[in-house]
């Protein structure tokens, strides 16, 4: 029984490196020869990481665990004759595992305002920008992110937050702090709510206290070379923004026939598996997650959803009716950096809390991006859950 992944973000690479220690024939398809490690992609901007150290090689991971790997972009899934079309050559399945993580929404002007959160190229033109106004000597910077009305779990702001308090830290740093104005907008009225009530009143106090302008509750109409456009017709003048636009269905998940919530994520069963489909799994990102209100799509949530489904598809071909579900892994765990410290913050059907860990939080962080890389090459031993 083969299975083919396609995606080689943490969700495929999970899935892949699980099916192998499973004993499973695994092809991984990668439109990117590395896996781009987003969390740690924070740093770029300020010169905390080099993109080379968040872009982590995918040939390694293969030859440790044993998978295929293809480096080629996918343009259809073609369900009738379970196979998928690449750029260069067409693959057959007999499982199919769609990791390929999120598309994005597209407001108007969006070129004038590049996402942390979007093609891995975009933080390298962020770190441009700011390298570029800061030897101007002043300058308006405006972050903020964007919702999607049709499924809020697409919803990603902790990084616009740690990238604008990484920008504070590093412009007072360089002693420039007074000389720019710092903004932070968002459609809802409170950002961040996912993470707790409690969280966003951490938040805005901290906003006041880095004199970080607050633009919140009003519409994004749109960008441009002038600014953020809100619902009001008002422009908050900038001369560098950057925008985390909410998720959105993938392009090859829309032309693909599969089921799809209303914002466009794939429709999976508690097991991964695709609705309506008995060979299709969907990981990460790209699927529709389901349960309580504030769930959020998390790399955590992503692993778990990979090892789930590859137990399952080991499991069903032993002829086993055991299987394991994602929705128990539900929680939101973000060590939110500011570039010097960081926070904790934790939300579970249970508790809600955000501890504040200076210093400590920022190498925690830094940590974590070491022990990702070192525990998946099975150089060091795995926390479990982890
Ligand atoms: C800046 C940032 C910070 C974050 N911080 C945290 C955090 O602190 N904690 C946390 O838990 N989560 C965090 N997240 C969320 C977490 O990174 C994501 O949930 C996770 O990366 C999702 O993994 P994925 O594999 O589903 O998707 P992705 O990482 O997007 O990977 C998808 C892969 O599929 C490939 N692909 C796409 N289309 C095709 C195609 N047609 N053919 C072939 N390959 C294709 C892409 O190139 C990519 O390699 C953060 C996200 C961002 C963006």
Not at 4 to 9: L, N, P, R, Y
Not at 232 to 251: E, R, T, Y
Not at 338 to 366: E, Q, V
Request: glycine letters at 12%; one cysteine or more.
């Amino acid at each position: 029984m083969k299975t083919v992944i396609i995606g080689g973000g943490i969700a495929g690479l999970e899935t892949a490196i699980y099916l192998r220690k499973y004993g499973q024939e695994v092809t991984l398809v990668s439109e990117r020869d590395y896996l781009y490690l987003y969390p740690t992609s924070i740093w770029i901007p300020t010169s905390g990481t080099r993109f080379e150290d968040v872009a982590l090689p995918l040939a390694p991971f293969a030859q440790k665990h044993g998978f295929e790997l293809v480096i080629d972009t996918v343009n259809a899934i073609d369900k009738a004759q379970n196979s998928i079309v690449c750029a260069t050559q067409t693959l057959s399945y007999d499982n199919l595992v769609i990791a390929v993580g999120a598309g994005k929404m597209k407001p108007k002007g969006i070129e004038h305002a590049p996402s942390i959160c979007g093609a891995a190229q975009e933080a390298l033109s962020i770190k441009e920008q700011l390298e570029a106004l800061i030897a101007k000597g002043s300058g308006v910077i405006s972050m903020g992110f964007g919702g999607n009305p049709n499924d809020t779990s697409a919803v990603r702001g902790g990084p616009a937050f740690e990238v604008i308090f990484n920008v504070h830290n590093h412009l007072k740093k360089l002693g420039l702090r007074d000389k720019f104005s710092l903004n932070f907008f968002a459609p809802m009225a409170r950002p961040g709510q996912k993470m707790g009530e409690k969280s966003v009143d951490m938040m805005i106090s901290i906003f006041k206290r880095l004199d970080i302008g607050m633009y919140f509750g009003k519409k994004i109409t749109g960008f441009s070379a002038e600014g953020v456009h809100f619902e009001d017709d008002s422009v908050l003048k900038s001369d560098m923004m950057m925008f985390i636009s909410a998720g959105a269905g993938h392009p090859l998940v829309k032309e693909a026939g599969l089921p799809l919530n209303e914002a466009g994520f794939v429709q999976i069963d508690p097991y991964c598996q695709v609705r309506g489909t008995t060979n299709i799994y969907a990981v990460g990102d790209v699927a529709a997650i389901e349960g309580v209100e504030w769930r959020a799509k998390q790399g955590h949530l992503a692993e778990a959803m990979g090892r789930a489904v590859a137990l399952n598809i080991s499991e069903k071909a032993k002829g086993s009716p055991k299987r394991e579900g994602y929705q128990e892994h539900m929680s939101i765990v973000c060590l939110m950096d500011d570039g010097r410290g960081g926070a904790l913050i934790y939300r579970s059907t249970k508790r809600s809390f955000m501890l504040p860990l200076p210093i400590l939080g920022h190498w925690a962080k830094k940590g974590w991006g070491w022990y990702y890389k070192n525990s998946k090459m099975n150089r060091i031993p795995r926390i479990p859950g982890m």
